[in-house]
């Protein structure tokens, strides 16, 4: 990326941090750049119609394109192209089921997943749901936004005798989960079948969907379960760096 790139750049990501039209000299400070290659910059984008200033005080501001571009790109935006190196290393890693998932009316969807390889294995076909108090996935995306999320929540089914079946076990549950960084059940909604999950997040904390491994409970044990933890946290964590836009 060149230079003059690379500082164009940096006054689009900053400008739409303010919340407000700014002035020259705060913008050029808080870039740690000089007046006049700032004003370069931002005479050039109001010139191709991504910038403007307004007509009262002439501080400058983000014109409705960049809101116009981000709209295409949500638009064509498919978190499973994102997603499946980060799964394909998970199986590669753990030699266990990756899944991805994402939220669909008050279900965990799974989207796509890349299957062991191993004789015993969990059975996590597409499509398939599970409900948000009893999987692992569920519990990630509750963990991501559980202020949206947990008042959904108003009558929890028990599905085996491990099921959370209350609300407040239920917080206590899912601010562990945050605590450690992944959200964990075991034999919940399937007895034999526990998981491992993670949110994933985008821009701004926005919960975009879930990562996580379905493990037979008999492995789900040991440095083979920390393992786990510690490969499902990490590749969350880089998702959603990439999809926030970070490095």
Same mark, same amino acid.
């Given at each position: 990326m060149s230079t003059t790139v690379g500082k164009a750049l940096k006054v689009l990501e900053l400008l739409s941090t303010y919340g407000q039209p700014v002035r020259l000299a705060e913008l050029?400070?808080?870039l740690a750049m000089n007046k006049s290659t700032t004003y370069?910059?931002?005479?050039?984008?109001?010139?191709?119609?991504?910038?403007r200033q307004a007509?009262?005080?002439?501080?400058?501001?983000?014109?409705?394109?960049?809101?116009?571009?981000?709209?295409?790109?949500?638009?064509?935006?498919?978190?499973?192209?994102?997603?499946?190196?980060?799964?394909?290393?998970?199986?590669s890693e753990l030699h266990e089921t990756a899944v991805l998932a994402v939220l669909e009316g008050d279900d965990v969807v799974v989207?796509? $997943?890349? @299957?062991?390889?191993?004789?015993? &294995?969990? %059975? +996590?076909?597409?499509?398939?749901?599970?409900?948000?108090h009893c999987s692992s996935l569920g519990k990630a995306l509750l963990m991501g936004d559980p202020a949206g999320l947990m008042p959904r929540l108003k009558r929890l089914r028990k599905f085996t005798d491990k099921t959370i079946t209350?609300?407040?076990a239920l917080r206590e549950e899912i601010a562990r989960a945050t605590a450690a960084g992944v959200a964990e059940a075991y034999d919940e909604y399937r007895v034999g079948v526990s998981g491992v999950s993670a949110?994933?997040?985008?821009?701004?904390?926005?919960?975009?969907?879930?990562i996580g491994v379905s493990i037979p409970t008999m492995r789900a044990e040991g440095k083979h379960l920390e393992?786990? $933890?510690? @490969?499902?946290?990490?590749?969350? &964590?880089? %998702? +959603?760096?990439?999809?926030?836009?970070g490095n």
């Open positions: 050029s400070r808080d370069r910059l931002l005479e050039k984008m109001s010139q191709l119609g991504y910038v007509p009262t005080d002439s501080r400058y501001m983000l014109t409705t394109r960049m809101w116009a571009i981000g709209v295409r790109a949500f638009r064509n935006f498919d978190i499973r192209a994102w997603a499946k190196r980060h799964l394909e290393e998970l199986e989207v796509d $997943k890349v @299957a062991s390889a191993q004789a015993v &294995q969990t %059975l +996590s076909p597409l499509g398939s749901r599970s409900p948000m209350t609300l407040p949110p994933i997040l985008g821009v701004d904390g926005v919960l975009l969907g879930v393992a786990i $933890k510690a @490969a499902v946290g990490l590749h969350a &964590q880089k %998702l +959603s760096q990439a999809l926030a836009g």
